[in-house]
Every structure is written in structure tokens, then in C-alpha cells.
């Protein structure tokens, strides 16, 4: 049976001749056989909010979406929108992590602030604030610009002992982002990378 021509596009086509159909909730990819196109289903979307600015990160968790617009942090959950507080920076790219309480630490690359769900606070930290991750029920985060990586608190993303850190060790370098994945911490440096676990240690839970 000969396949009718469908559209194959997801927005206005650039090229005159090409098909004025779009496709909508659905994308297309290449296919093999006789099938040359391959049209797949996909959630639909719709605008519930607005927010003019440069969007620097958004993450989802269960207790609701959280992401920063310029110097806003913002909270949507359960269909409404709440600015929580704004940070002392405007650009730049921002990470999250919630812990086990859901209380919820924002790093903008150069601080970190908390939100305890009443309000936005900016905890003392051993130095500057790269990236964060959490594991284990520890906040972990990255220190701008060298190889040392600290962890907070157990269950308390507001305490961060100046002793608490490690640094990598196979090929050591300034870590640039750290990332939890399959239980195992993940340093990514300039030029290498290393993959550590939680081993219970009662001095410093991580471990190469």
C-alpha cells in the first residue's frame, strides 16, 4: 500500500516548495526500510506562565519546579508561581540539589543560598560555590576554579566544615562540574575525570 505524503516538519518550512503541514505533538526522525520517515508521538505542551529575562537554570522535583530568571528564584508547584528571593548575581549558569527535608540549595557559581521553605538565606561556605550535586543525604559542591570538592552537613545543606573536603586524586585539576549518577560521584575537571563512591566513612564519606 503506497504511504501518503504526510507532513515531516515541526514548524514553518524555510523552503517554498516544501509542505505548509506542521507537526504538531509529534516529531519526526529517519527511518530504515520502506519506512523513510518515522513519526513519533509526544507530550503536549502549554505556556502557564510568562517570565521575561535570561532563564540560568530549572530543575524538577517532587515538591515542585525551581529555576532563577536573572537574579529571581522562582517556585512553581501546584499550578501557582512563587518568587521566593533574589541572588547577587544576575548571569551566569545556576545548579540545584534537594535534600531528604525538602529544603532546597541554589549555587550561582559563586555562593550558595538555601531555601527552607519560609525563606531564601545564604549559608557560610569554606570558599566559592562551583556546581553542586547530593548523594546519600549530603549536599556536595565543587570549589570555583580548584580540584576541592566539600560536603555539607548529613541531612543540612546550611553546614559546611572548612575541613570537610577532598580533592581529586588520579590526575588532579580544577573541577568544573560534579554530578551524582547512579549513586556514584562524578568529578569532571579541566582535563580528567573521576568517579567516586559513598563508603560510609565516618571522617569523609566519599571515597575514589
Known amino acids: 500500500m503506497p504511504e501518503f505524503p504526510f507532513a515531516a516538519q515541526e514548524g514553518a518550512a524555510g523552503v517554498p516548495q516544501n509542505s505548509r503541514e506542521t507537526l504538531i505533538n509529534m516529531f519526526a526522525e529517519s527511518g530504515s526500510g520502506k519506512a523513510q520517515i518515522i513519526r513519533r508521538q509526544r507530550p503536549g505542551v502549554v505556556r502557564v506562565q510568562t517570565i521575561p529575562g535570561a532563564k540560568r537554570g530549572i530543575i524538577r522535583f517532587t515538591h515542585g519546579h525551581y529555576f532563577v530568571v536573572r537574579e529571581k528564584l522562582y517556585r512553581y508547584a501546584d499550578g501557582a508561581l512563587t518568587m521566593l528571593g533574589a541572588l547577587d548575581t544576575s548571569t551566569g549558569q545556576c545548579t540545584f540539589i534537594t535534600d531528604d527535608n525538602s529544603k532546597v540549595a541554589v549555587s550561582d557559581g559563586v555562593k550558595l543560598?538555601?531555601?527552607?521553605?519560609?525563606?531564601?538565606?545564604?549559608?557560610?561556605?569554606?570558599?566559592?560555590?562551583?556546581?553542586?550535586?547530593?548523594?546519600?543525604?549530603?549536599?556536595?559542591?565543587?570549589?570555583?576554579?580548584?580540584?576541592?570538592?566539600?560536603?555539607?552537613?548529613?541531612?543540612?545543606?546550611?553546614?559546611w566544615d572548612a575541613l570537610d573536603f577532598a580533592t581529586a586524586e588520579g590526575n588532579p585539576d580544577a573541577t568544573v562540574r560534579v554530578l551524582v549518577d547512579h549513586n556514584e560521584l562524578w568529578f569532571f575537571g579541566e582535563r580528567s575525570t573521576e568517579v567516586w563512591r559513598n563508603s560510609g566513612n565516618a571522617d569523609f564519606p566519599f571515597q575514589p
Open 113 to 159: 543560598y538555601h531555601w527552607d521553605g519560609a525563606a531564601l538565606t545564604e549559608p557560610v561556605t569554606p570558599g566559592e560555590v562551583g556546581t553542586l550535586a547530593f548523594q546519600g543525604g549530603f549536599g556536595i559542591y565543587s570549589e570555583t576554579g580548584t580540584g576541592r570538592l566539600y560536603v555539607s552537613g548529613l541531612n543540612d545543606l546550611t553546614t
